[in-house]
């Protein structure tokens, strides 16, 4: 009979948890013990979610204080010498504990690792750094413990792993030469960490190969069967799961079903279309665990026409060969949607969190076993997936007839790049290596309690408005004071960069405890795109020019752009996102013009998410990359040539969308750029970049504040690459997470090493 299984489950906890213990803990106000205790509940709570859901395969080792990627580095050793020895974090020693956020965060002069998106997503993964003779040891024995631990509670895990071939491709070597080289030295360690699996009780383990969605080299190609015998005979006869997610396997189909595992995991969201090819492929002996709820999006299966689809191949399998699991991991989602009493009663019947996709996963596995009490729940499934689609709050005819009367003029400036320019240097009057932050500054304890406190109706709006205008105000004066040229508002009326424009558009929703972790502890709250969207009214104006009216330095407005507006949106699912993001973009052109016609010089509109919303497969690439810049520039071109418009990009593989950059013909893009140590000067370099760039050079996502060293070095290779002349001088991102006095004293050492920098041109 078809059994039920899951590939992960959001560890943060139902109320972020898990993010308040762990940043009690680097505040010191917290300790190892209290840490452990809290990562135990949770981890209890989630075991038993799915037990009590009949499941037969509970994952372990889904849990991380930080990011499973961090986790496997430091399990197979792989801990860069500048962190001092290797650790194990079964132990929850404070000193293990202290090098594994160091690794993540930094400690004093010890630059963290990198960071960069998890495939396509918004989750952000820490980049094992390798060295070309890199030495790995099965060195942290936590997972080993984890199964241990659910056992003690009655719980039967599947330990998550990494697996070898998708941790060597995420990771980079300190040469730049090919990870997959390091195969034969990571083995061992891998080998080890299986059998330990094994000893602590593990009769199934979970191998994840995402990798094999992907583009694969035939270095990559040819080391998954080397690979996997090895594994196979040290998980000395558990079951094995080789899962792949986040696409279609493709031409990786033969490599990954000739392999010597148990069970495939196949992701049947994002790519339906491959399961009968799949279940044809699939040799006798090869059971299939069929991701059909969607792990990555929070609207409601309809698990009706799942049954028809999946019963076929049931049929031709034979029961005993299929699980039914969420297509992914469910950290990509909210935990539990009743915990979000405030929502709109009709939108709440169309959504689906964690622990509904538990239940999703456990009617459809019952009901395809026969069950007939499960019947009613399909039913109840396709009417409410009815409901949803045939809803008159979904379409706007107004937005239709809007979108089809859209030109190619709209998305141009008029003039080129080259023209624009001298108009905009005469309206701005900047000096050399011009200063500037990206737009966010400190959501203070103090700017919380306020928002808290209107939210609770403790202040009323005047009060809270006197509130944001004072910070303002603030924040406007100490940016003169420290020197900055291009000043921004600050963004104190914004919860998040997304969210603050879900709450203003039609076609959005907004949660109150839709919390999903993007790195660490940072956690997100991602609106909801469920209808056709419209601007009702100005956004940002009030805002942009009350603090512009505060000073005589250029100050910019402040937008997200099309493509991260939906990219860190749970989006609808009833019609291309390329249309989607083209409604947005008209939105936002509205909002630029308005700010424009407010006299603001400058509109920043940023656009990090571009290269994360980049389809994993080459072939798919140019397809994507024509609407999202499309997208963009509609959004941007209404204004005059002398208006500046400036975007934001982070934490990406710039190079690989480096035509797609210059296509969007920004006037000015900054880019993340310190912790990779200004890589991204080549790739620029490489492109001729035309228009003018800012490559961060201190990294805010750290808490030490950068040496005047650091800075004048990164300033100088980015004037080496690229020359003065078009370069600006700004972070690597936003100030909203860091504190004031790390802020100055950054931005000081910023804006000093910009002045030595003009003053050696000048000399």
Excluded at 265 to 276: G, T
Excluded at 321 to 340: G, K, M, N
């Amino acid at each position: 009979m078809p059994i039920s299984g899951n590939l992960g489950f959001p560890r943060i906890g139902r109320d972020r948890e898990l993010k308040w213990e762990v940043e009690r803990y680097w505040q010191g106000v917290s300790d190892a013990t209290r840490l452990a205790d809290l990562a135990a509940t949770l981890r209890a709570t989630h075991w038993r979610l799915q037990a009590d859901r009949g499941f037969e395969r509970i994952p372990s080792n889904d849990f991380s204080l930080y990011d499973q990627v961090l986790d496997t580095s430091v399990t197979l050793g792989a801990v860069p010498p500048r962190f001092g020895d290797r650790f194990d974090l079964a132990t929850w020693d404070a000193d293990a504990l202290d090098g594994y956020f160091a690794m993540a965060r930094g400690a004093h002069d010890v630059p963290a690792l990198e960071m960069t998106k998890w495939f396509d997503t918004n989750y952000h993964y820490l980049v094992p750094e390798l060295a070309p003779d890199q030495e790995f040891a099965y060195s942290s024995r936590q997972d080993a413990a984890m199964v241990r631990e659910a056992s003690a509670l009655g719980v039967a895990t599947r330990p998550v792993v990494i697996g070898p071939i998708t941790f060597l491709r995420l990771a980079k070597r300190t040469d730049e030469g090919d990870t997959i080289e390091l195969l034969d030295a990571v083995l061992p360690a891998y080998e080890a960490w299986l059998s330990d699996l094994v000893t602590a009780g593990a009769t199934a383990i979970q191998l994840d190969e995402p990798a094999l969605v992907l583009d694969l080299s035939e270095a990559e190609k040819a080391a998954y069967p080397r690979a996997y015998e090895r594994l196979r005979a040290a998980a000395r006869g558990a079951e094995v799961m080789l899962a792949t997610y986040f696409g279609g396997l493709r031409d990786n189909l033969s490599l990954a079903v000739g392999l010597p595992v148990d069970v495939l995991h196949v992701d049947l969201v994002r790519d339906p279309e491959q399961l009968d090819a799949v279940v044809a492929a699939a040799p006798e002996g090869l059971a299939l665990s069929l991701g059909v709820v969607d792990g990555r999006n929070i609207w409601r299966a309809d698990l009706t026409a799942l049954h028809r689809r999946l019963a076929p191949a049931v049929a031709h399998l034979g029961a005993d060969r299929v699980q039914i699991a969420p297509s992914c991991s469910l950290l990509h989602v909210p935990v539990d949607v009743t915990r979000d009493t405030g929502l709109d009663a009709e939108l709440a019947t169309w959504l689906s969190f964690a622990v509904q996709r538990l239940d999703e996963v456990s009617v459809l596995t019952r009901a395809l076993n026969g069950d007939a009490d499960a019947q009613a729940a399909l039913a109840d499934s396709a009417m409410a997936v009815a409901a949803h689609h045939a809803s008159p709050r979904v379409l706007r005819p107004e937005v239709q007839d809007r979108l089809a009367h859209v030109t190619a003029e709209w998305g141009s400036r008029g003039l080129p790049y080259a023209e624009r320019a001298p108009l905009q240097h005469e309206r701005l009057g900047l000096p050399l290596l011009p200063t500037t932050t990206i737009g966010s500054f400190p959501q203070t304890a103090d700017v919380r309690r306020h928002r808290a406190s209107f939210r609770r109706g403790e202040v009323d709006a005047a009060e809270y408005r006197a509130g944001l205008q004072a910070a303002t105000r603030a924040c406007v004066r100490k940016q003169e004071e420290l020197g900055l040229d291009v000043l921004a508002h600050g963004e104190f009326e914004r919860t998040d960069m997304v969210e603050f424009f879900g709450e203003k558009l039609d076609g959005f929703t907004t949660t109150s405890h839709g919390w999903v972790q993007s790195y660490g502890s940072r956690c997100v709250k991602p609106p909801v795109i469920f209808g056709d969207i419209v601007r009702r009214e100005p956004m940002t104006i009030d805002w942009a020019s009350y603090a512009a009216g505060l000073t005589d330095r250029p100050l910019k407005g402040m937008l997200t752009g099309p493509v991260t507006i939906l990219q860190w949106s749970f989006v609808r699912s009833d019609q291309p996102e390329s249309v989607t993001t083209r409604q947005i973009a008209l939105a936002l052109r509205d909002e630029v013009t308005d700010l424009e016609a407010a006299g603001l010089p400058i509109v920043q509109v940023d656009e990090p998410a571009l290269r994360e919303g980049l389809p994993l497969r080459r072939a798919d690439w140019d397809a994507y990359l024509a609407w999202a810049t499309d997208a963009f520039r509609i959004a941007v071109s209404g204004v005059r040539p002398d208006t500046q418009i400036h975007t934001h990009m982070c934490y990406a593989e710039f190079g690989d969308v480096m035509d797609a950059i210059i296509a969007l013909d920004a006037d000015v893009i900054s880019m993340e750029a310190s912790r990779s140590g200004m890589q991204l000067l080549d790739e620029l370099s490489a492109a001729q970049y035309p228009n003018e760039v800012g490559p961060g050079v201190w990294d805010i996502h750290s808490p030490r504040v950068p040496t005047a060293e650091e800075v004048d070095r990164l300033l100088g290779a980015a004037i080496a690459a690229l020359g003065a002349a078009k370069l600006w001088v700004n972070p690597d991102c936003g100030l909203k997470t860091r504190g004031w006095p790390e802020v100055e004293a950054s931005i000081e050492t910023m804006v000093a090493a910009a002045e030595r920098a003009r003053d050696a041109r000048a000399g």
